[in-house]
């Protein structure tokens, strides 16, 4: 009989995957049949969906997030149940990261699994597109339009309102829209701003340092700063996110793994310090990371080794002597 570990992890990963969108026919096949297989299956289900409402339920408190996707409402939450929904969420945790999910995608307002991208249209017509495994919080009332990226990216295409300005908030600063279309990153310490169209105006955190950025110009914003990055080409910057690309030019390998790590379910181990002088350029298939891997190994001494879906290895080859 299997254990009630591995059911918890496979409902939590349905419960997650059913509140990213609707399914295809052939994934709302494999998930009723999933049902099916074993009765714990769909009550473990249930359970989880229950929980997952109850602190869908705590964030509506707030309203905007709802108000912004006009998101059905959720039933409310006692407070004697919040101790069992933390030892649930605790439980699954280890879980989820395996599948490349988190537990704290049940608390954001829109989220993305890995290697998925999601498009969603706000209430006054800005749409927002969201990178695979990313995360943003809604924060939309009459006198205010913003958006929190906890993780990932953001690609915004801004609706006009002069009577609300409409801005990306993260941990490092914010980004006000004085045009229209732009990309949000959080990266390692700092966040980044790619502009496509008009211009944006970077503040840091500590609100001691802004810059505007116009099209084709990039910045970087930390809590206490904010500089420029080398500037793009808008329309490349367009054609990787339409067709799910990463573009890189003198990357080292283990950048590049990294991010390819981001939008895989799994793990992939490498040792950073023995692939750090390979360097790659290179366009590179996000939504089909195997693909991705295949063609680093073609292309550099490396070899992959996979031990289980969710966990590879990458090596380097030994040069011979």
Request: charge should be neutral.
């Amino acid at each position: 009989m299997r254990h009630e570990d591995g059911i918890e992890a496979e409902a939590a990963e349905w419960v997650l995957r059913l509140s990213e969108g609707e399914l295809s026919a052939q994934e709302r096949a494999t998930f009723e049949q999933w049902c099916r297989r074993d009765q714990r299956h769909q009550a473990t289900f249930e359970r989880i969906s229950r929980v997952v409402a109850q602190l869908h339920e705590l964030r509506t408190q707030r309203g905007p997030a709802r108000a912004a996707l006009a998101l059905p409402a959720r039933r409310r939450v006692k407070a004697g149940h919040l101790l069992g929904i933390g030892v649930l969420l605790a439980n699954l945790g280890v879980f989820l990261s395996l599948g490349g999910y988190r537990v704290d995608d049940l608390l954001a307002d829109l989220h993305t699994a890995p290697g998925q991208w999601q498009t969603h249209t706000l209430a006054d017509g800005s749409r927002l597109t969201l990178y695979g495994n990313s995360a943003i919080d809604l924060h939309f009332d009459a006198g205010q339009r913003r958006i929190e990226l906890q993780r990932g990216q953001v690609l915004v295409d801004v609706a006009h309102d002069s009577t609300r300005p409409f801005v990306v908030a993260t941990v490092e600063g914010s980004f006000t829209a004085l045009g229209t279309r732009f990309v949000v990153s959080r990266a390692e310490g700092q966040s980044e701003l790619s502009m496509l169209q008009s211009s944006v105006a970077a503040q840091s955190a500590d609100r001691s340092q802004s810059l505007e950025v116009q099209r084709g110009g990039r910045a970087w914003v930390r809590r206490d700063g904010v500089g420029r990055l080398p500037a793009i080409d808008p329309a490349s910057v367009e054609q990787a996110w339409l067709r799910h690309q990463l573009v890189v030019e003198q990357w080292t390998l283990p950048q590049v793994l990294e991010a390819l790590g981001r939008q895989r379910r799994g793990h992939l181990q490498f040792d950073a310090a023995a692939l750090a002088d390979l360097k790659v350029s290179a366009v590179l298939p996000l939504d089909d990371t195997e693909r991705a891997l295949q063609l680093l190994a073609q292309a550099l001494p490396i070899r992959l080794q996979q031990y289980t879906p969710l966990w590879t290895r990458i090596e380097r080859v030994p040069t011979e002597k």
